[in-house]
């Protein structure tokens, strides 16, 4: 990731799950999470320096999303690196992408601790240096949810509810269903996913894929 530690102990922490030590590495994450909030929104600032407000938000919560950031744990090789405890290990939390992604803001929190912000920030630089942030991005960078609300929105409609259908798996690997009620146009749809969050988002998709189909229809 560009970056040589002073202090390598301060890596090790970043790298321990709670399930290896009570020596582990939340509260680094907890500070790296702010380091690498506000550098990629001074990325988004400087870079598109006409956005609005919310298309900032929106590609900000984009790239720093859990899918995001364990992408880029992967690409630095931390899953090889984490220090878990036994149970957890043959649980699969090697793979698990909120444990990789809580780690690799344990990383930036570390960093910042041993060597200040710039080098954070040069290290944050470094790990979106393929992103190509322009003004298309900030558009693509919309969720389902938003494009559903705002479809809504511009024909005066009733915004749409969500609900749990039901949650199954063990506490680990949990598999959420949401279904997706528009009453006054098509009806309800539902949508899977590993958290309410992104069970929500797939329902969204087959609304505005209902919604779609019906006005071409």
């Not at 991005?137 to 705002?150: G, H, I, M, R, S």
């Not at 969500?162 to 949990?174: D, K, L, M, S």
Request: aromatic fraction near 6%; glycine fraction near 10%; proline fraction near 3%.
């Amino acid at each position: 990731m560009g970056y040589r530690f002073t202090d390598p102990a301060l890596l090790a922490r970043a790298l321990t799950h709670r399930s290896f030590s009570a020596e582990h590495n939340e509260r680094l994450e907890f500070l790296g999470d702010s380091v690498l909030g506000l550098v990629v929104a001074d990325m988004l600032f400087r870079k598109l320096g006409h956005g609005a407000e919310g298309d900032l938000s929106r590609l900000r919560s984009q790239l720093v999303r859990e899918e995001s950031l364990h992408g880029l744990a992967c690409g630095l090789g931390i899953p090889q690196l984490l220090r878990l405890g036994e149970g957890e290990a043959h649980a699969g939390g090697r793979e698990r992408p909120s444990i990789l992604a809580d780690a690799l803001e344990a990383v930036l929190g570390a960093v910042y601790l041993d060597g200040g912000f710039a080098a954070a920030a040069q290290v944050v630089m470094h790990l979106y240096r393929g992103v190509d942030i322009t003004p298309a991005l900030a558009v693509a960078a919309k969720d389902p949810k938003t494009t559903l609300q705002e479809w809504l929105q511009a024909r005066k409609v009733k915004l749409p509810d969500y609900e749990v259908v039901q949650v199954t798996g063990a506490a680990h690997a949990q598999t959420f269903e949401v279904s997706c009620r528009v009453a006054t146009l098509a009806g309800t749809t539902r949508g899977s996913g590993s958290t309410r969050r992104a069970a929500e988002q797939q329902a969204a998709r087959a609304m505005l894929a209902r919604l779609n189909e019906n006005n071409h229809g």
